[in-house]
């Protein structure tokens, strides 16, 4: 099932929006970082709060160099979604938590369909990737 969140003029680097598809009721996030679109389930696995809601941003990361004091440097700056609730920072791209790689909040692949493409999907047409390989056509479902 395809779902169309808007037009990607509509979503510059760095903005987001929340979609409520019928079959996901708490929503999905849909974030442009840096001209790439990802999107991830508005649940956070800690204890269900809105995680799409939080803010976005970088992190934080430590550093101890061997003949030096401790420093910290800010990373991965607009790549990062904070839970509103308890502050847990999770990867946009990857959905996993930054401080523990196990946990994870469900992500949705997103692409960019062509303006006819839209059309098709507007009017309801349900499509499949067709592809011909050597003399036969394959059929993706
Ligand atoms: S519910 Fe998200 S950090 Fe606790």
Known sequence: MKFVVGA?????????TIVYPDKVKSGIGVFNVNGEFYAL???CPHMGGPLCK???????E?????????????V????????????WEFEIKTGRTIF?????VRSYPVSIESPEELERLKAGVETVPVSIEGAAVVLEI
Do not use: F, I, M, Y
């Not at 939080?54 to 934080?60: F, L, Q």
């Open 76 to 87: 991965r700056d607009g790549e990062v979604v904070s839970c509103p609730w308890h502050h």
């Open 54 to 60: 939080g803010h976005v941003r970088g992190t934080s």
């Open 41 to 43: 389930k508005n649940t």
């Open 8 to 16: 990607v003029d509509d979503l510059p680097p760095g903005a987001s």
């Open 62 to 74: 430590a550093a101890l160099p061997a003949d030096g004091l401790p420093e910290t440097h800010w």
């Open 100 to 104: 523990k790689s196990n946990q994870k």
